[in-house]
């Protein structure tokens, strides 16, 4: 299993950016894909974003193209989420998680490993 700490959540102006940490432990981080997910007051939780093991391929949600940035640095082992021209819809807690498939995939079933969250808002 991995563990996982996401960090970087807050209060934001509609136009603004924040960047959001994904910290791992535990197993070697280089050998899982990972992902972003959020969840919104009464709604289902939705994909954002994903990147397989190396780094070399993501995937993004239509919502978040153009203004969302996946990315990761396997020796720090720390998954990262740019988030560029946020909007008050953008207001959620984003959670990490890992999968041992090493490619990118939109899937919430295809993850094992999950994060406790952290709050994005977004003011308008």
């Known amino acids: 299993q991995v563990q996982l700490v996401e960090s970087g959540g807050g209060l934001v102006q509609a136009g603004g950016s924040l960047r959001l940490s994904c910290a791992a432990s535990?197993?070697?981080?280089?050998?899982?894909?990972m992902g972003w997910f959020r969840q919104a007051p009464g709604k289902e939780r939705e994909f954002v974003a994903a990147i397989n093991w190396s780094g070399g391929s993501t995937y993004n949600a239509d919502s978040v193209k153009g203004r969302f940035t996946i990315s990761r640095d396997n020796a720090k082992s720390t998954g990262y989420l740019q988030m560029n021209s946020l909007k008050p819809e953008d207001t959620a807690v984003y959670y990490c998680?890992?999968?041992?498939?090493?490619?990118?995939?939109?899937?919430?079933?295809?993850?094992?490993?999950w994060g406790q969250g952290t709050q994005v808002t977004v003011s308008s």
């Open positions: 535990g197993r070697r981080f280089s050998s899982y894909a």
């Open positions: 998680a890992t999968t041992p498939y090493l490619i990118a995939t939109p899937k919430a079933a295809d993850y094992r490993s």
